[in-house]
């Protein structure tokens, strides 16, 4: 058999074994799941390429499909229940490599709050059929539980994961705390950027986009920090000098609030609101609020907007308009009009939605299009 034909065999085995997880993740049927991927390693597929061709590609496609509105919240946690049984399975039945001395410890965490454990959890199964001792400590790890655990082990690196940003304060104290050890750190998920901006901002020692990558830069191997040195660069972030990062994380409930009441006042069809859809709406606010602070400790505004447009890509897929939004944002314009970097977040946050929902421009006869 040919290199060539050997790699269009793995691609066929591969796609068959998508389709058909894809259809028991449908069918909320785990044995069939499992059947799905164990035909793909039986058939010889590679079990990093099923980990992360076969289970994290229906993953994402579980997370496109909620977007959409085709899939509800209870389907998306019963999917990526259904992953996480199949990779213990996988686990159990395929014995990783042998540990090679010089592949080192890793020891895999979610930072504090963050509560999607999958991408971690496949990081660690790679990373264990690369050679690796592995420490998998899951989802939510607090900082001081995972600096305590660290000084008992003393690993050799320590991959945080995180998906949300808001979380990237956590991350931060997560990220100082462990190289304070002078144990290095390597971080991944999309709460860093699909380019690695905020690792580096947060003084990472190193950052991947995807769990083969991450085995790639460990293969090399990351040097240990100097705690020192890295203590009086990470903890530099000057823009955090004006507070207001700390207020209206302080304020949040007040701003909450402050606004629903605005609201009410602004939209008199609130009034009628039941106790759930306040509950809801009330929800809806603190998410903004809770990103806008994270935007203003990471100093990007892009934060904050990316937020904004992808809620309102959420909220049209549920037949929901997108400038719902603004009201929210006017009324915290207006309670956050002495904190100019806020304002100019918001004020950016506007206009993307008003680019939502403007009328296409219809060229004159005779004009460029």
């Known amino acids: 058999m040919t290199d060539t034909t050997a790699v269009e065999n793995d ?10 997880l894809w259809q028991a993740v449908c069918d909320r049927d785990e044995y069939a799941a499992g059947q ?19 289970v994290a590609g229906v993953q994402h496609k579980v997370g496109r499909e909620w977007a959409a509105d085709r899939f509800t919240v209870a389907q998306e946690h019963a999917a990526t229940a259904i992953h996480d049984r199949v990779i213990a399975a996988m686990a159990h039945r395929v014995p990783p490599a042998p540990p090679r001395e010089p592949a080192g410890t890793v020891t895999v965490a979610c930072v504090d709050g963050e509560w999607h454990a999958l991408p971690a959890r496949l990081l660690a199964e790679v990373l ?8 998998f400590l899951g989802a939510q790890v607090p900082t001081p539980h995972l600096i305590a655990h660290l000084h008992r082990t003393a690993p050799d690196v320590v ?4 998906s949300l940003p808001v979380r990237l304060p956590d991350a931060h104290s997560a990220i100082t705390a462990v190289q304070a050890l002078g144990i290095p750190v390597l971080v991944g998920g999309a709460a860093f950027g699909d380019d690695g901006r905020h690792a580096r901002l947060l003084g990472a020692d190193a950052w991947a986009p995807d769990a083969r990558a991450a085995a790639d830069l460990l293969a090399r191997g990351l040097p240990r920090p100097v705690p ?3 203590r009086q660069r990470v903890d530099d972030l000057p823009h955090l000098i004006d507070q207001e990062y700390s207020l209206v994380l302080r304020g949040k409930r007040q701003l909450v609030r402050d606004t629903l009441a605005g609201l009410e006042e602004r939209l008199p069809a609130m009034r009628a609101y039941t106790e759930a859809q306040r509950e809801r709406t009330a929800e809806d606010v603190a998410h903004i609020v809770d990103f806008l ?5 990471a100093d990007d505004s892009r934060l904050f907007t990316g937020f904004l ?12 308009p997108a400038r719902v939004l603004d009201p929210g944002l006017a009324l915290l314009q207006d309670l956050l009009k002495d904190f100019p970097r806020s304002l100019d977040f918001l ?3 506007r206009a993307v939605l008003a680019a939502r929902t403007a009328p296409a421009r219809v060229p004159e006869p005779g004009a460029p299009a």
Do not use: N, P
Not at 14 to 20: C, I, M, S, V, Y
């Open 11 to 20: 691609g066929a085995v591969l796609t068959h074994a998508r389709a058909a």
């Open 36 to 54: 799905a991927v164990f035909t793909a390693l039986d058939a010889g597929a590679a079990v990093e390429d099923v980990l992360l061709d076969v």
């Open 128 to 135: 264990r059929h690369r050679g690796h001792r592995v420490d």
């Open 159 to 162: 991959a945080l994961s995180s």
């Open 228 to 230: 020192g040195a890295i």
């Open 293 to 297: 602070s994270c935007a203003l400790y």
């Open 309 to 320: 447009d992808w809620t309102g890509d959420i909220l049209e897929a549920r037949r929901v």
């Open 347 to 349: 004020t950016r946050g």
